[in-house]
């Protein structure tokens, strides 16, 4: 299904902020998040949502156009996004009065991202990052120093 080398696009939580997000793409989830962790983080990452992309830096620059508006630095694929707060580029006649998007906020990100996909046809799957997370925290436990010690 996908051809190029980073094959995930994901969304990752920073537990000390949870207005902290960062999208962005990888072909091994569980390297990147310890590659966040040690460049100076007090706390690791969790994956959010995972999806298995057909196109996977079209789908990062789609994202990141999406949701632009929230940017933290416009260097850094770090977003921040407030529960309750409605995302810059959604037009006014989008929104339904009678329900809120925007208090799940992670739910309201991971939809808008998939409907992006969906519009531009990048073929995706979501993946379990719930059984990633927990395969991830596992291993970590299993083998503390790596698949070398296996």
Known sequence: MCESKSDYLYIMLYPMNNNMIKIGITNDPHRRMKDLY?????????????????????????????????RYNGKREFFEIYPGEQPVNIPDELINPLTNPYENGLEFI??????????????????????????????????????KEF
Do not use: C
């Open 110 to 147: 991971a939809d808008k991202i998939m409907e992006v996909m969906d519009y531009y046809s990048i073929d995706y799957e979501i993946m379990d990052n719930q059984k990633y997370q927990t395969w991830y925290e596992n291993g970590k436990k299993l083998f503390p120093n790596g698949p």
């Open 38 to 70: 040690s460049t100076s983080m007090p706390a690791p990452f969790k994956i959010s949502h995972l999806w298995h992309v057909s196109d996977a830096r079209r789908a990062e620059a789609l994202s990141h156009d999406y949701f632009s508006g929230h």
